[in-house]
């Protein structure tokens, strides 16, 4: 049959042309050349599209074969030509439509059979006319089987032919080869080119925002990717909102954003069509009339209860119907119900409202209609009338699907497909109309165009251009992903596309500009580019002046004699920087430098030129914040909570003379401050105002997070800390230099109080990790303070100042040292008194304000100690400095610590009365430098004083005494020995330092008063032998002969033997502590009366403690003249060499019980469990540790192999595309992702995410593995380790970045199946706590709050940790439902219903390393680990004891083969044993070690033991030590070790359970939950009703030291509560009248 095929060359048929190639033999086919592909079979019939042209040919010669050689292969041949044009020819499917036919090819040659098809001329016609395909090709990047099997067909004759014929491969362009930043347009189903038909039916009642912009966007691009039709309809079924000026501004919007629709209706073109389709309902028994109240409605469709109109017969519901047609007041009361479930599930399907009655008037129909239908009852009518093909939908209308598609089956009417797709959220703001209309209604905005709104006119009026918004919708594609945006990504696209264009302009903030003065410079213009990588931008004018202005911040950088560049001019030299009193920069003297054009380490500054030649432009900058605070916003949220008040923030500038030019919507950047977009152009001063108006210019971000700045540059920024740090070593001025102040030294004192206050603030906060926002702003206000006190006193603050007093001069030694109080002078440390003087007011007026100030005093410190209200210090530091400025008035000089009232002139009193006040003055100064590091003033000599110190004479005066210096030499003697013992005794560090402060002093003492460093006195030969008879005889003598020294002899040997045995039983630190210190006391007291140490019984120290003594002598010596030799020597690991008794710490310094957290890092550390890593928040888990995992992995994979579970592995890399999908569809799950950016030097294309959690990495597998109920279920587990960067605090085990765990995930066919699978696994989970690590656990389900995201519902195992009164979750088992494989669609065939395709229901479950944590705060004790037996990594350790000098080899070698006996024995009998044989570690040093490392069983072996066949066992958990016969010892260790296990559970779980409580009040409730208990608690299930009890159970004390304070969460619903729930019990929720619906376990949580 002769047939005629037509083709344009443009796009020639390429798949046509290789079936004509390939039937030429056979078939006569002519080819000519036209407008448009098409064949003509003999002038009547005419095909146009590739598919049906080849099927027509390949029936030409069935001989062939082309179409296949059976019916199964023809129906494959029209799946491939439907692919060539579908998938394979929409662009956004391409790339998924060749990895599919990769799949497909790579078991094969051809498509189908063993030879060339229409099938493969189809689809390689498509890709050979695909210019993306074309360049995969030349770049190496297509997928190989598509790759091969191209290449393959390429050679055959017939295409080689083609090919020939064809026009050269054409170049890829850029914009089809790369379509960056666009998203995935999904494939419509049952779509046809030229067929679809979308539409757009937004609601007049307000403008359009962005998420509007996607819809449009997005039904515009199916209009255009397959040549159909888009249909503009305003939804006007709501005459209340409806406003024709809006119609007006969204059709503007429409136009603005590029959209032309083809049609444009209004769903009030056909109200009567729908109404009648309402009356037939109503006529077929499918609709009634309901006048029953709205909220009782509401209520009976939400308890599924039947109205009671639901049975009214059909000409009941017609009268009514009437009633509401004519608007009566009957039928006002009245509304339109669809009769379809009221028992479904879908709440969108019991009976919806479909016609309400409306008397107000309609925007186009007036008053005609009384009655208006729903959005859902009119939308499918409409559509299916209008012919809508495909109807685009958010997903938020998922529910309503279903009865949509009921209206359009018992209608009658044509169907319509439906799509969804994402809508579209942005954070901090709102996008619903209505709270926008509050907005504006409110006055908090100022209109809809409001640059602060999400609205399309808002966002241009920032300045979003409306590429930029086109590209950003585009870049979101046709995703179903709920995408929660943030607003830094939609302007970081229009960045893109403003950058380019923009021109730079300068601009300067009026407030604190600073003029910088250029000699020789004269007044000039030139014109430089706009932007100086677009010259298209056009030129500007720069004018340049010997006066120009810098910002102040840029000034404040600034140095003498820097470097800086000036944009667009050149480099500049500082000579001179100009400041005022109080320290800021007035002016800059500085010179140019052109001629040097190394601008690579220069500061770059912005600049203007003051001239009158082009004046300054008044501008102002605004600057915008969201008018959301919070992020996003939960369903429970009431938005009115969250509004932001201060949003608009505007700052004057001094502009560039050439933004006098710009126009409204001009976008421009100014240099090293952003983009600006001119919102009102500068106009000159008004005829009426005589003021110019100022341009103002809107901020406009640009996607990063942090502004850009606005002072000093890169450079400048090193610089920085350099700057300050030189600025704080300036020395002060001379004394000569100095001015009185004109201040009141009582102002200085109360600002250096503020200052110090703030500073212990400031280190309180970093000292507990507070925010960095917090900590930020305390330093704010703490250099606040110091620039305030420099501006007062004209020094900068230093820690310990005080205020200045007048100077004096120097007094004769004499007659100070005689009235030293009695003077009209204050005391100062050390002195001695001056000469009298006449007092100004009586001694008696002064004494009493002199007390009150001590006890004001006392009371401000009170105050502060006690963290008081600040208002409450505030006033009494007034009251304080009142009495101060009292005391000043009576007695003329300023109050000091310790100071006395003067007294009227008299003779110099007594020596001895003025020595014994000195001496309580001295003491009492010693307790004050012991609490405070203040320095002391000068005294009257103006030197500085230092502790013991005596006034020098004056220059005529003789040398200091000889008794001077021995009583300062005698006082260095015991203040050193204090501190020796302060060090012995292990005092807190602060008390230590204070001493050694005091004892340093009184060594410079001694230096002013001989001139040499004070050093130990050394005797001669002579005097040695001297002291020794002296000595001897005094022993001789007395001896210590003294009844009391006798009786104080013998108290200090019985608490000595008292300190021995305490160290012996291994007693508390604190318990020893207190001992020691009373021995120290007692051997105090012995020298105070003897005059000598006391000595051990025999009269004289023995050998042994000589040889001691001497070598802590040698040891401090070379601590002073060598101490970096001393440090190294102090690392040294303990018994590495003999010397002085060393602390090894190798215990544990903290107590669980007084600081959980120090206790819990250093039971970890010591144990050997762990060893920290320098990345934050990773750890090194040692052998110990990890063993423990072991078992957990052995027992739990073990377990859910025989459940059918199989291990697998995943990557542990993600892809961003895939890890967004799974954070746009979860609520609440936003991980804070690793992410890998390099390869070497290398920028990747795009980073890659290490994961936080696999469901994206699993879930898209499952889909292509799952086809049919045959492949269900899949049980798959995977033990792996991921990466979560989510907090700022991390815990060993508790939370780290990194932590191991086992991940299942399964998939079923029913909910039944999945349902049991949660709860087996949970039980797994309790047994792993509690056969294994012996902790009790709470069974339960999470309530819907704490629940899993992206799960039906979640189980749970719960842990209560006592040592903080709190709970943490051991592992959880969720049920996902179907929200996962609606996500990734991840479906099967319905064996019952073939065809159909049903979605799997889902599980996941996990446990972590976090169980290792849980069972060292549940087990662990002062003393170090308590390992549980079954999971310790060794169960007993064997030690040898008893190994003296006195023990030959003989026996020492047949002890250490008893202990490898025992352990090898041990071993062959199943129990996990080790021993410790090392021979440099006594043996109770081992003890302390295995106690510390947890092992359960310590087993002692000694000589005598082994003579009796026996060993000694210990229990870690009681210290219990039993004698066991060797030939039974595997049999009593292993009943032993089951004992132990018993044991610590039952402990667990009586400790457990003293501490839950079953409550029904919220005051009991409190009281329990502040004594650490866990609490349950009737709850009506309710989330707010969660939030209020966490939010007013928490408490402003810390739970545990470096814990933060909390409220109490809901923990779990337990399966198992304490008491059952009676009918009518309330919610334990203060304020909440709802019965409540279980008991459910609430308390402070990790």
Known sequence: MAATVSINPASPPIGVLLAVEHLKDSVPVQVQEGKNTGLKVNGDVTFTTVPSICRYLARLAPGKHLYGTSNLEATEVDHWLEFSVGRLGCPADFADAVQYLNQVLGPRTFLIGHSATLADFAVWGALRGNNVWLNLLDRGKAPPHVARWFRFLEEQAEFKAVAMALPAKPEASKSETRKQDQGKFVELPGAEMEKVVTRFPPEASGFLHVGHAKAALLNQYYQHAFQGKLIMRFDDTNPAKESAEFEKVILEDISMLDIKPDIFTHTSDHFDRIQGYAEKLIRDGLAYVDNTDPEVMKQEREQKVDSRNRTNTVEKNLAMWEEMKKGSEVGQRCCLRAKIDMQSPNGCMRDPTIYRCKTESHVRTGTKYKVYPTYDFACPIVDS??????????????????????????????????????????????????????????????????????????????????????????????????????????????????????????????????????????????????????????????????????????????TEGEVVTFINWGNVIVKKINKNKSGAVESIDAQLNLENTDYKKTAKLTWLADTPKAPFTPTVVTHFDHIISKGVLAKEDEFKNFVNKDTKMETVMLGDPCLAQLKKGDIIQLQRRGYYICDVPYEPPSRYSCQPTPCVLFHIPDGHQKEMPTAGSKAKSKKADKVEKAASKKELPSPKEEVSPSFSPADELALSDKVAAQGDSVRQLKGRKADKAEVDAAVKSLLALKAEYKALTGKDWKPGATAPTPAAPAASSAGADAVNEKIG??????????????????????????????????????????????????????????????????????????????????PAASSAGADAVNEKIKAQGDKVRQLKTAKAEKALTGKDWKPGAHTPAAPTAPASSPADVDAVNDKIKTQGEKVRQLKTAKAEKVQVDAEVKVLLALKADYKNLTGKDWKPPKEDGKKKQ????????????????????????????????????????????????????????????????????????????????????????????????????????????????????????????????????????????????????????????????????????????????????????????????????????????????????????????????????????????????????????????????????????????????????????????????????????LELYARVYEDLMAIPVIRGRKTEKEKFAGGDYTTTVEVYISASGRAIQGATSHHLGQNFSKMFEIVFEDPEKPGEKKFVWQNSWGITTRTIGVMVMVHGDNKGLVMPPVVARDQVVVIPCGITANLSEEDK????????????????????????????????????????????????????????????????????????????????????????????????????????????????????????????????????????????????????????????????????????LQPGTKCVCEGCDCDAKFYTLFGRSY
């Open 825 to 906: 002078k204050d005391w100062k440390p050390g002195a001695t008194a001056p000469t009298p003087a006449a007092p100004a007011a009586s001694s008696a007026g002064a004494d009493a304000v002199n007390e009150k100030i001590k006890a004001q005093g006392d009371k401000v410190r009170q105050l502060k100690t006690a963290k008081a209200e600040k208002a409450e210090v505030d006033a009494a530091v007034k009251a304080l400095l009142a009495l101060k400025a009292e005391y000043k008035a009576l007695t003329g000089k300023d109050w000091k610590p310790g100071a006395t009232a003067p007294t009227p002139a008299a």
């Open 385 to 558: 009338v209008e012919g809508v093909t495909h109807a685009l939908r958010t997903t938020e209308y998922h529910d309503r699907d279903d009865q949509f598609n009921w209206f359009i089956g018992k209608l009658g009417l044509r169907p319509v497909h439906i799509w969804e797709y994402s809508r579209l959220n942005l954070q901090n703001t709102v996008m619903s109309k209505r709270k926008l209309t509050w907005f504006v209604e409110q006055g908090l905005v100022d209109g809809w165009d409001d640059p602060r709104f999400p609205t399309v006119r808002g966002v241009m009026r920032r300045g979003m251009t409306v590429e930029g918004l086109k590209q950003f919708i585009v870049a979101q594609g046709g995703s179903r992903a709920v995408v929660v945006m943030e607003w830094d990504k939609i302007w970081a696209f229009n960045k893109k596309v403003i950058d380019p264009v923009a021109p730079r302009f300068n601009a300067l903030q009026r407030d604190g500009a600073v003029l910088v003065n250029l000699p020789g410079v004269k007044d000039e213009m030139k014109e430089v580019p706009k932007h100086p990588k677009n010259p298209d931008v056009g030129q500007k004018e720069v004018w340049y002046s010997s006066r120009v202005y810098i910002d102040g911040q840029d000034a404040a950088t600034l």
């Open 1453 to 1620: 070698a047949r002890l250490l083969q008893k202990c490898q006996e025992y352990r090898k024995a041990l071993r062959d009998a199943g129990v996990r044993a080790t021993d410790d044989l090392r021979d440099n570690y006594s043996p109770g040093w081992k003890f302390n070690h295995w106690e510390l490392k947890g092992t359960p069983i310590r087993m002692e072996v000694g000589p005598r033991d082994m003579k009796q066949n026996q060993f000694v066992a210990v229990r870690r958990d009681t210290g219990e030590k039993l004698t066991l016969a060797e030939g039974k010892a595997a049999e009593k260790v292993k009943e032993m070790l089951d004992t132990i296990q018993t044991d610590l559970y039952s402990r667990a779980k009586k400790n457990q359970d003293d501490h839950m409580v079953a409550i029904d009040t919220w005051g009991d409730f409190c009281s329990n939950l502040d004594k650490g208990m866990i609490i349950q608690a009737p709850y009506c299930g309710a989330i707010p009703c969660e939030d209020k009890i966490k939010k007013d159970s928490a408490r402003d004390q810390d739970i545990e030291p470096g814990a933060p304070s909390m409220g109490a969460k809901g923990l779990c619903i337990p399966f198992k509560p304490l008491r059952e």
């Open 1026 to 1321: 001297e002291g020794k008879n002296q000595e001897k005889a005094s022993q001789e003598t007395s001896g210590g002969s003294s009844p009391e020294a006798e009786k104080l002899k013998a108290q200090i040997e019985e608490q000595g033997n008292t300190v021995r045995q305490l160290k012996g039983s291994g007693a508390d630190k604190a318990q020893v502590d207190a001992e020691v210190k009373q021995l120290l006391a007692l051997k105090e007291q012995f020298k105070s009366l003897t005059g000598e140490d006391v000595t051990p019984a025999g009269g004289k120290k023995g050998k042994k403690e000589q040889k001691k003594e001497k070598e802590q002598k040698k040891e401090k010596e070379q601590k002073k003249d060598q101490p970096k030799k001393a440090a190294k020597e102090a690392a040294k690991p303990e018994g590495a060499m003999p010397g002085p008794k060393k602390v090894t710490r190798l215990g544990l310094e903290a107590k669980k019980e007084e600081n959980l957290s120090d206790w819990y890092s250093q039971v970890i550390t010591k144990s050997e469990m762990i060893e920290y890593y320098d990345v934050s928040g990773c750890y090194i888990l040692r052998p110990t540790s990890y063993s423990i995992w072991e078992k957990i992995k052995d027992f739990f994979d073990a377990e859910i192999k025989k459940m059918g579970v199989d291990n697998v592995y995943f990557p542990i890399f993600v892809s961003k595309a895939a890890l967004e999908r799974e954070k746009d569809h979860i609520a609440d799950f936003a991980p804070e992702v690793a992410w890998v950016t390099k390869s070497g030097d290398t920028d990747l294309a795009e980073p890659i995410a290490i994961r936080p959690t696999s469901e994206t990495v699993m879930y898209p597998a499952y889909a292509k593995w799952i086809k049919s109920h045959r492949d269900l279920p899949i049980k798959y587990n995977q033990w792996n380790n991921v990466v979560r960067w989510e907090f700022k605090h991390p815990q060993p085990f508790l939370r780290t970045r990194e932590f191991l765990w086992q991940e299942g995930h399964s998939a079923f066919a029913t909910k039944d199946e999945a349902d049991k699978e949660v709860l087996a696994i």
